[in-house]
């Protein structure tokens, strides 16, 4: 059964540039100086904040036709976890609250902080969205050989998991307990949590 997608999908880019003009990427040198300037002040906690705050100029992206195709398949995707979820949680006594999804390429400036392609996909709780990066997609295939829309859909599904879980509070309680067990411990949580979601 196919459903139609929701339109909620936005491609984001970085700007690659911060308040004050110093070019993100390319300009190594200003950025170097800056940092040693206003480390020598003393604020370093400072820096960090302009690093991180000023650093959110996002810009639509223009999609290109793979970029469009993938955005409606994982919009189809997401509906369908809508369906099911929405269903499943009912006959618990739930009502099931869809999260938001943004595709992005670069970076993203998500409400858990900036996150670059490098981190893959991710769930943000602070904002109840899925990140999805592009690239990640194309690295399935390439580098993984994971061709087809199964992969895809797997992940997707794997995120809006961690946005079931969040819903029902089960984030909240490994994040409750993670100061009062060992890294160990918490570490198998974590990979339970991780299974949990792929369930």
Not at 34 to 50: F, K
Not at 55 to 81: I, R, W
Request: with cysteine.
């Amino acid at each position: 059964m196919h459903w139609k997608g929701r339109q909620v999908v936005q491609i984001l880019k970085i700007d690659g540039e911060f308040a004050g003009g110093i070019a993100a990427v390319g300009d190594g040198i200003s950025l170097i100086i800056y940092l040693i300037i206003t480390l020598l002040s003393g604020n370093t906690g400072d820096v960090l904040e302009r690093l991180l705050v000023n650093y959110q100029n996002t810009v639509p992206h223009e999609e290109t036709a793979g970029e469009k195709e993938l955005s409606e398949f994982v919009s189809v995707v997401l509906a369908d976890t809508e369906y099911v979820w929405t269903e499943v949680l009912k006959d618990y006594g739930y009502q099931y609250e869809a999260p938001k999804l943004v595709l992005f390429t670069d970076a993203v400036n998500s409400g858990c902080g900036i996150a670059s392609s490098q981190s893959g996909p991710f769930y943000c709780s602070g904002d109840e969205t899925v990140y999805l990066d592009l690239s990640f997609f194309e690295e399935l295939q390439s580098r993984f050989e994971a061709t087809g829309d199964f992969a895809i859909a797997y992940v997707i599904a794997h995120e809006v998991g961690h946005h079931v879980q969040n819903l029902l509070g089960i984030l909240d309680q490994i994040q409750e307990i993670q100061g009062q067990v060992s890294q160990e411990e918490f570490n198998e949580y974590s990979v339970r949590l991780e299974l949990q979601a792929d369930y």
